[in-house]
T-cell receptor, first 116, second 112 residues
Framework: GAVVSQHPSRVICKSGTSVKIECRSLDFQATTMFWYRQFPKQSLMLMATSNEGSKATYEQGVEKDKFLINHASLTLSTLTVTSAHPEDSSFYIC????????????FGSGTRLTVV | DAKTTQPPSMDCAEGRAANLPCNHSTISGNEYVYWYRQIHSQGPQYIIHGLKNNETNEMASLIITEDRKSSTLILPHATLRDTAVYYCIVRVGSSNTGKLIFGQGTTLQVKP
């Protein structure tokens, strides 16, 4: 079945630095990927839709200059949290749309970001 | 905004069927209902999805009312490992352009 790999699983960074999170589709090509953020005891909030070869589409209220998304190939999308602050600490999850069976939406295992 | 409402929590005895309800009264004719679950600090796991017919797979059954305004996810024999947050989602958009907007979900606690 379709597998999405997300890396790193955990990262701690200092306030003011930038962090890159990778999302890879391992056995299929994903023209569209999604990035979510989840705070403790809350649901997943869609941040943006990432389309291969074009600019990402951000949901209302999400700062595009702070959360940079690059989808340069059919198997890789990256989310860069720029100038991270403690309030950016969260669980970030990616998802890829697949046409091969299942639901059509496969999720990564998530990245726990802690900004100190 | 999410187009679904679910009870915030439910309990179920181990070995019994777990029936998780979901209301989606504003669903459109071509919008699918998806169910995912999330175990603590993991990515969501797909369970099942459907349009208007009832669906069954190795994990669960999905019962959608005739007017499509509500649905029920059934885990036929709940185990302790089924303890998780269950999300009922109405996909916004088509299969090529759609996205999943999560609501608050139901925390299912399976008890021995």
């Amino acid at each position: 079945g379709a597998v999405v790999s997300q890396h790193p699983s955990r990262v701690i960074c200092k306030s003011g630095t930038s962090v890159k999170i990778e999302c890879r589709s391992l056995d299929f090509q994903a023209t569209t990927m999604f990035w979510y953020r989840q705070f403790p005891k809350q649901s997943l909030m869609l941040m943006a839709t990432s389309n291969e070869g074009s600019k990402a589409t951000y949901e209302q209220g999400v700062e595009k200059d702070k959360f940079l998304i690059n989808h340069a190939s059919l198997t890789l999308s990256t989310l860069t949290v720029t100038s991270a602050h403690p309030e950016d600490s969260s669980f970030y999850i990616c998802s890829a749309r697949t046409t091969t069976g299942g639901s059509g939406y496969t999720f990564g295992s998530g990245t726990r970001l802690t900004v100190v | 905004d999410a187009k679904t409402t679910q009870p915030p929590s439910m309990d179920c005895a181990e070995g019994r069927a777990a029936n998780l309800p979901c209301n989606h009264s504003t669903i459109s004719g071509n919008e699918y209902v998806y169910w995912y679950r999330q175990i603590h600090s993991q990515g969501p796991q797909y369970i099942i999805h459907g349009l208007k017919n009832n669906e069954t797979n190795e994990m669960a059954s999905l019962i959608i009312t005739e007017d499509r305004k509500s649905s029920t996810l059934i885990l036929p024999h709940a185990t302790l490992r089924d303890t998780a947050v269950y999300y009922c989602i109405v996909r916004v958009g088509s299969s090529n352009t759609g996205k999943l907007i999560f609501g608050q979900g139901t925390t299912l606690q399976v008890k021995p």
